[in-house]
């Protein structure tokens, strides 16, 4: 559907227009990834667009992997339909290898701190999850 190329556009109150592709709200509102990988497959030149932060859907997935369920499979897809993806900087200057670095790094550092707050598959489930998305960037 045409709908899936169409830009939203928001105006702020700081007078910031946000505009983004369905794809980039449906990462970061955590939607299912059957849905993403949907949105990816009808429009794949949108996995290399950027939003108004600068982000490209790679970069908002790594960043969104907790709140995605198969976060990794919608990465995969991304970095297909977008090889430089893995390369791509935000506005930060971070690529997504970056991005789940530090990702890694605070699951790590939580779990430590915090002791096992999640069930145990849960924290195997989300240590496996980051770990494939690392394979992949």
């Keep these: 559907p045409s709908e899936v190329k169409a830009w939203a556009r928001r105006e702020s109150c700081s007078d910031l227009a946000l505009e983004v592709l369905p794809l980039h709200a449906s990462i970061v ?3 299912a990834a059957d849905l993403i990988i949907a949105f990816i497959d009808a429009f794949p030149t949108g996995a290399g667009e950027i939003d108004a932060y600068r982000s490209f859907p790679i970069h908002l997935a790594v960043s969104c992997a907790a709140s995605i369920r198969g976060a990794d499979r919608v990465v995969d897809r991304l970095c297909q339909s977008f090889r430089s993806g893995q390369h791509a900087l935000d506005s930060n200057g971070r690529t997504p290898g970056d991005i789940i670095s530090i990702l890694q790094t605070a699951h790590e550092h939580r779990l430590l701190a915090c002791g ?7 924290e195997k489930q989300m240590t496996e999850q980051l770990r494939r998305i690392a394979s992949f960037c």
């Design 116 to 122: 096992n707050t999640e069930t145990e598959a849960d």
């Design 29 to 31: 509102l955590g939607a």
